[in-house]
């Protein structure tokens, strides 16, 4: 069985930086694309941030040269650095993997639990 486990996730003055990881544990043979998405009260999930296993990356335009996603493939764990917060950044974040098991034949999306970034003075 595959687990997704955030953390670092909390509460940061505007302006502020957090870290989140992400890291994956269980029977995993290959991991591919991994990301964070958000999700805002009464907004729809949106992806914030993705790095392939090569390590390019991509990011929304509003988080741009304030977030950085990283990963450490020996680890299996991604991570976001989030600097120059800003109340807009409050959400639930969720780190998403694409994730290849031994006992199935192709990738498959596994999920979080999510960790709550509330960004307030």
């Known amino acids: 069985q595959v687990q997704l486990v955030e953390s670092g996730g909390g509460l940061v003055q505007p302006g502020g930086s957090l870290r989140l990881s992400c890291a994956a544990s269980?029977?995993?043979?290959?991991?591919?694309?991994m990301a964070w998405y958000r999700q805002a009260p009464g907004k729809q999930r949106e992806r914030v941030a993705g790095?392939?296993?090569?390590?390019?990356?991509n990011y929304l335009d509003s988080v741009k040269g304030r977030f950085t996603i990283s990963r450490d493939n020996a680890k299996k764990t991604v991570y976001l650095q989030m600097n120059s917060l800003k109340p807009d950044d409050t959400a639930v974040y969720y780190c998403?993997?694409?994730?290849?098991?031994?006992?199935?034949?192709?990738?498959?999306?596994?999920w979080g639990q999510g960790t709550q970034v509330t960004v307030s003075s």
């Open positions: 998403n993997a694409q994730i290849l098991t031994p006992t199935t034949l192709w990738y498959r999306d596994y």
């Open positions: 269980g029977s995993i043979k290959s991991i591919n694309a």
């Open positions: 790095i392939t296993s090569g390590g390019s990356t």
